[in-house]
C-alpha cells in the first residue's frame, strides 16, 4: 500500500498520492461551457476524498469541437472569474487538478458543434454521428493554435497541468487511426504523417506552457476496430511523444463503436476483468521513459497495487468516484474492500437529462 499512496512528483507537480481520477464527462457547465457552482462542489467533493489528481471532464478547444451538453469550454476569455475558483476550490482541499484539452472532430454533431463536423476526412464510420466535412490544412491549423490558447488560459486559471485527449475516437486519435484517416498529403499515409497533427498539437501547447509544466496526454494504444489504430502504431505515437518531451501517458483503447471492448466496459466483477488496458500500458512504458498511467475497470485495491508493482507510476479511475469519490481515503485509511462500483454506466444517462452525472445505484 505504500507505494500507491506515497507522494509522486510530475515534471515539478507534488501528487499525494498515484491515485488519478480520470476524466469524465460531468455535464455541469452551462451551455456555453461555463463551470457552475454545482461542477466546483463537485470537485471540491473528489479533492476532499483524497485522490491524488483530478483530470477535468474533457474540455473543448473550439465551439466546432464540442459535443455534449454541459460540456467545459477553455475557447475563449470569458470565464475568468469560474475557473479560478474551481481550480482554488481543488487547492483548498489539497488536491491538484488538470485539465483535459479536445476537440470532438467526426464524434459530434451539427446540433452540437453548430456546423457539420470536421474530421481528417470526409468519411462515414459507425463512430460518428453523421458526415463530416474534411479539414483543410488552414483548418488544421486553426484548431492546433486552439489548443495552444486553451493551455494557455488553464495554466493562467491555476490549473496545475494539462492533458491532451489522444484516445477513445476524438479528433487526435482520429488523425492517428486509418480507420477515420484517408488523407493523402501530409497528414495521412504513413504512421509518421499521422502523428504528424498530434505531434503539432503537442509542440503548440509545450511552447505555450513553458517546459517546467506539466504536461500529459491521454493516449488511444488500440481502436479494437477493423482497419483501426493497432497497438504497434500507438507505440510509434508514444516514442515520438516521449522523444519530444511529454511528462506522463495516461493508456487507454477503444472508441465508442468498439462494442464490448468500448473505452468504458460493463460487467466487471472479478479481479481478472478489472485493469483491462494493464498490458497494453505495460507495453508502452517499456518503451518509453516519460511516466505512464493505466486506466480501465479498476476496483481492487489489490489490483491497483500490482499495477504499481509491475512499474506503473500511477492508476486512473473514474467510474468508481461517482458512487464514492471519498474511495482513495477509504482505502488508504484501512477499509481496502473493492469499490461499491458495478460497471453499469447508468451513471451517465442522468447527465443527458437533468444536468449531472451521479450514481443512479447508490441513489435508488
Known amino acids: 500500500m505504500a507505494a500507491l499512496f506515497e507522494q509522486s512528483f510530475l515534471n515539478g507537480m507534488t501528487l499525494r498520492n498515484r491515485l488519478v481520477r480520470s476524466a469524465t464527462w460531468e ?35 473550439s465551439l466546432e469541437g464540442k459535443q455534449l451538453p454541459g460540456k467545459m469550454g477553455i ?25 483535459q484539452l479536445v476537440h470532438a472532430g467526426g464524434q459530434t454533431d451539427s446540433k452540437n458543434a453548430g456546423r457539420q463536423p470536421l474530421a481528417p476526412s470526409a468519411v462515414k464510420v459507425d463512430q460518428f454521428p453523421e458526415l463530416p466535412q474534411e479539414l483543410t490544412q488552414e483548418q488544421i491549423a486553426d484548431i492546433v493554435a486552439a489548443f495552444a490558447a486553451g493551455a494557455r488560459r488553464a495554466k493562467s486559471y491555476g490549473f496545475d497541468a494539462v492533458q491532451l485527449h489522444g484516445a477513445h475516437g476524438y479528433l487526435i486519435n482520429q488523425f492517428l487511426s486509418p480507420h477515420t484517416n484517408r488523407r493523402s498529403d501530409q497528414y495521412g499515409g504513413s504512421m509518421g504523417n499521422r502523428c504528424r497533427f498530434l505531434l503539432e498539437v503537442y509542440r503548440a501547447v509545450r511552447q505555450a506552457v513553458g517546459p517546467d509544466y506539466p504536461l500529459l496526454i491521454k493516449l488511444t494504444a488500440g481502436d479494437h476496430l477493423a482497419g483501426g489504430l493497432r497497438a ?14 511529454i511528462d506522463a501517458i495516461e493508456v487507454s483503447s ?91 454506466n447508468g451513471c451517465f444517462r442522468p447527465g443527458l437529462k437533468e444536468g449531472g452525472i451521479r450514481c443512479v445505484v447508490a441513489d435508488a
Open 27 to 61: 455535464g455541469m457547465c452551462e451551455s456555453d461551457g461555463r463551470p457552475t457552482q454545482r461542477l466546483i462542489d463537485y470537485y471540491r467533493t473528489l479533492a476532499k476524498g483524497g485522490v491524488g489528481l483530478i483530470i477535468s471532464g474533457y474540455t473543448f478547444v
Open 232 to 245: 504497434e502504431d500507438a507505440l510509434i505515437a508514444a516514442k515520438a511523444l516521449d522523444a519530444a518531451g
Open 75 to 99: 475557447h475563449c476569455d470569458d470565464f475568468e472569474r469560474e475557473m479560478p475558483a474551481l481550480t482554488q476550490t481543488v487547492h483548498e482541499q489539497g488536491g491538484r487538478i488538470c485539465l
Open 254 to 344: 477503444g472508441t465508442s463503436a468498439s462494442g464490448r471492448l468500448s473505452p468504458v466496459r460493463t460487467k466487471i466483477e472479478t479481479p481478472e476483468q478489472e485493469a483491462y488496458n494493464l498490458a497494453l500500458a505495460m507495453g508502452v512504458k517499456r518503451e518509453v521513459g516519460c511516466k505512464v498511467l493505466t486506466v480501465g475497470g479498476l476496483r481492487s485495491l489489490e489490483v491497483a497495487q500490482a499495477a504499481i508493482a509491475a512499474g506503473l507510476d500511477g492508476i486512473a479511475l473514474s467510474r468508481p468516484l461517482i458512487w464514492e469519490p471519498d474511495l482513495p481515503r477509504r482505502w488508504q485509511q484501512g477499509d481496502t474492500s473493492k469499490a461499491k462500483c458495478i460497471s453499469c
